[in-house]
C-alpha cells in the first residue's frame, strides 16, 4: 500500500500562487503515475496534472501555462504542485493519486482545500 498525504492549501486572492505537496509513504516503487485531482461543489473530480516515474507531465488544459507539477528528485517520495496567477474556480479540494502501471494500485490522500477569494 502506498500512503499519501497533501499539504500547502489555504486562502489566497485571485493572481496569487500556492504550492502543494504530497508526501508518499509505504511501496512508492510501485507508483507508476502520481497526479493532482480537484473537486469543486457540485462538480465531479477532475485531473488537474499528473507525472509519471519517467518524469512525464500532462496538465489539464484550464491550467496549461499556470500550474507546474514536479517531484523532489532528492527524496523522490514528494510531488509538488506549483499554482499560479491563481483564479476564482480554482477553487476546490485537490487531492494527491498515486497508481501503479496495471491500476492495481491506486491511492488517494486526504485532500487540501485551495479557494480563491478577495
Known amino acids: 500500500q502506498v500512503q499519501l498525504v497533501e499539504s500547502g492549501g489555504g486562502l489566497v486572492q485571485p493572481g496569487g500562487s500556492l504550492r502543494l505537496s504530497c508526501a508518499a509513504s509505504?511501496?512508492?516503487?510501485?507508483?507508476?503515475?502520481t497526479g493532482w485531482y480537484r473537486q469543486a461543489p457540485g462538480k465531479q473530480r477532475e485531473l488537474v496534472a499528473s507525472?509519471?516515474?519517467?518524469?512525464?507531465?500532462?496538465y489539464a488544459d484550464s491550467v496549461k501555462g499556470r500550474f507546474t507539477i514536479s517531484r523532489d528528485n532528492a527524496k523522490n517520495t514528494v510531488v509538488y504542485l506549483q499554482m499560479n496567477n491563481l483564479k476564482p474556480e480554482d477553487t476546490a479540494v485537490y487531492y494527491c493519486?498515486?497508481?501503479?502501471?496495471?491500476?492495481?494500485?491506486?491511492?488517494w490522500g486526504q485532500g487540501t482545500q485551495v479557494t480563491v477569494s478577495s
Open positions: 493519486n498515486a497508481r501503479s502501471v496495471t491500476g492495481a494500485q491506486n491511492s
Open positions: 507525472i509519471t516515474s519517467a518524469g512525464s507531465t500532462n
Open positions: 509505504g511501496r512508492i516503487f510501485t507508483i507508476y503515475v
